[in-house]
């Protein structure tokens, strides 16, 4: 089945922790999203990347690292200087020239 | 500067009637539109797109109109079904291929049995 897998679906850390998401696809997409969604808003843009070993900040990378060693793979890692980690993780892919974005099911994050 | 906006948080309609969701935006290079479909604790599902050198485009159930001098998109679904209760956003990106988009707040649809 092809598809983007987000692992766990829900994850609870101490402040202060950075911590891990976990972002996979196998659809062959050149193109990998991170989006944050928090109540009554939109997805916002954390980071994004086209193409392997290269990636840019969206609009609200602060706080947030991530990596693209591989094709299949873009983890997001939530790091302790982000000030409101509480929130709903997304992560999408696409396929080269098409604005198209499929989603993952999403990670819950919620920081104690 | 939100520059996708969905007015309208929530639509109450009866099962059978036409849903009209809307959605404006600012930025006038933006020239692809799409609209999602989301369940609480799921990632969104693609609907239906429409690029700006069209201003209609239908797939099934769901119609999207664009009027790019009013800088608005709306979608219908018709006939609307209990299983359309979700929470729809609409997006917009610059230059097709540039692959950023941009959310609109979301509008959240409650189809009436």
């Known amino acids: 089945d092809g598809g983007i897998t987000q692992s766990p679906k829900y994850l609870f850390r101490k402040e202060g922790q950075n911590v891990t998401l976990s972002c996979e696809q196998n659809?062959?997409?050149?193109?990998m999203y991170w989006y944050r969604q928090d109540p009554g808003q939109g997805l916002r843009l954390i980071y994004y990347?086209?193409?392997?070993?290269?990636?840019q900040k969206g609009d609200i990378a602060e706080g947030y690292s991530v990596s693209r060693e591989k094709k299949e793979s873009f983890p997001l890692t939530v790091t302790s200087a982000q000030k409101n980690p509480t929130a709903f993780y997304l992560c999408a892919s696409s396929t080269g020239g098409t604005d198209t974005q499929y989603f993952g099911p999403g990670t819950r994050l919620t920081v104690l | 500067d939100q520059q996708v906006k969905q007015n309208s948080p929530s639509l109450s309609v009866q099962e059978g009637r036409i849903s009209i969701l809307n959605c404006d935006y600012t930025?006038?290079?933006?020239?692809?539109f799409l609209w999602y479909k989301k369940y609480p604790a799921e990632g969104p599902t693609f609907l239906i797109s429409?690029?700006?050198?069209?201003d209609k485009n239908e797939d099934g159930r769901f119609t999207v109109f664009l009027n790019k001098s009013a800088k608005h998109l709306s979608l219908h679904i018709v006939p609307s079904q209990p299983g359309d209760s979700a929470v729809y956003f609409c997006a917009a990106s610059k230059h097709f291929g540039n692959e950023k988009l941009t959310f609109g707040t979301g509008t959240r649809l409650t189809i009436i049995p």
């Open positions: 930025n006038s290079m933006f020239d692809y």
């Open positions: 429409i690029s700006s050198i069209k």
């Open positions: 990347s086209q193409i392997v070993n290269d990636f």
């Open positions: 659809l062959n997409h050149d193109a």
